[in-house]
């Protein structure tokens, strides 16, 4: 059954543009809310296109609870807003509020739903449609939306998925699913914020596959890197090959190889073959600091007297 609500939209990310879009063609937005001090450009150019204010307060205080209020606002939906809501500011909404989290809820509370989901081998996973809670990301559930996480997945492309569904879905649930929320069940866990020392590789203790994962994880930022002869080296696209043999070139890897070297380079397959703690990563795009992207073979061979001698990547 449709509801009637003025919607104070919270967001400062862009994957909430298209929900923003969806919400405004059903409901009626009185306002945009940005994270503190600034506002996503992309949102706020579509809430000042529509006439809608846009709202970037450094706090929520009651001057800035007074404006909402001015405003008619009576719903509270957010979606990637880097703002904690305290309880005098959610009692402004009489009609209700709702978050979007991009996880199987309690599972990865928190900020990094998505990156936690690659760096621990996900398969599956939902949005999370709930209330706003006191708790971050514990409130109840009013539904939520399933979404594959396939093996070649990065944060970007799930980015993507997330985006496109939480859109598809959001008039749906706003219109028959908050009447009723579910409590969360289940053991929590949580994803951290994540910082530019996780993007380091460490081949004397990282996995071919726990590599392969920080890649796809980190991809927009912090991106993994490591060193090559002394200069910074980002690993931008690889894949964990079997422990026991480098497939890619169908040969037994060196038993006295030690993590992080340079095996080879397969030029058909276009990879670069590295030593991990338990087999090999065959790389396939790199880049240098403050150069552009390239090949595995591009990089040999921009470096073939590097690689005329061993080759550690530390």
């Known amino acids: 059954m449709p509801h009637s609500m003025n919607i104070l939209f919270a967001a400062n990310d862009p994957i ?25 450009p992309q949102i706020a150019a579509f809430a000042r296109q529509k ?10 205080r009651q001057e800035q609870r007074d404006e909402i209020v001015s405003l008619g606002a009576d719903f509270l939906l957010s979606f990637s807003i ?25 599972e990865f509370r928190g900020p990094s739903p998505l990156q936690y989901s690659i760096l621990n081998g996900l398969t599956h996973s939902e949005i999370s449609f709930q ?14 939306v399933p979404f594959e996480v396939a093996k070649d997945d990065d944060t970007a492309s799930l980015r993507e998925k997330v985006s496109v569904l939480a ?34 590789i ?41 422990a ?7 040969q037994t890897v060196l038993p006295d190889a030690i993590p992080g070297q340079v095996l080879g ?6 990879c670069m073959k590295v030593k991990t703690i338990d087999g090999v990563l065959l790389v396939r795009k790199v880049r240098k600091d403050k150069r552009k992207s390239i090949s595995a073979v591009d990089f040999y061979n921009g470096n073939r007297k590097a690689f005329g001698q061993v080759v550690v990547l530390k």
């Open 82 to 106: 880097s703002r904690v809501f305290g309880p005098k500011f959610l009692s402004v909404f009489k009609s209700g509020t709702m978050n979007i989290h991009p996880s199987s809820l309690p």
């Open 167 to 200: 859109a598809e879905n959001i008039v749906w649930v706003l219109n028959d699913r908050i009447e009723s929320a579910i409590p969360q069940s289940g053991e929590p866990s949580y994803s951290a914020h994540i910082f530019k020392e996780d993007g380091k």
């Open 131 to 144: 209330k706003i809670s006191a708790g971050i990301d514990e409130g109840d559930i009013y539904c939520r």
């Open 244 to 250: 026991e043999t480098d497939v890619a070139a169908g």
């Open 202 to 242: 460490d081949f004397a203790k990282d996995s071919a596959l726990t590599i392969d994962r920080k890649i796809r994880a980190y991809c927009l930022w912090p991106k993994c890197f490591c060193d090559f002869n002394g200069e910074l080296l980002f690993l931008e696209e690889a894949e964990a090959a079997p």
């Open 265 to 270: 380079f397969d030029i058909k397959r276009g």
């Open 51 to 60: 006439g809608i204010p846009v709202l970037i307060p450094e706090s929520l």
């Open 16 to 40: 909430a543009f298209r929900t923003l879009e969806s919400v405004c063609g059903c409901f009626n937005v009185v306002g945009v809310l940005s994270g503190k001090g600034r506002a996503e």
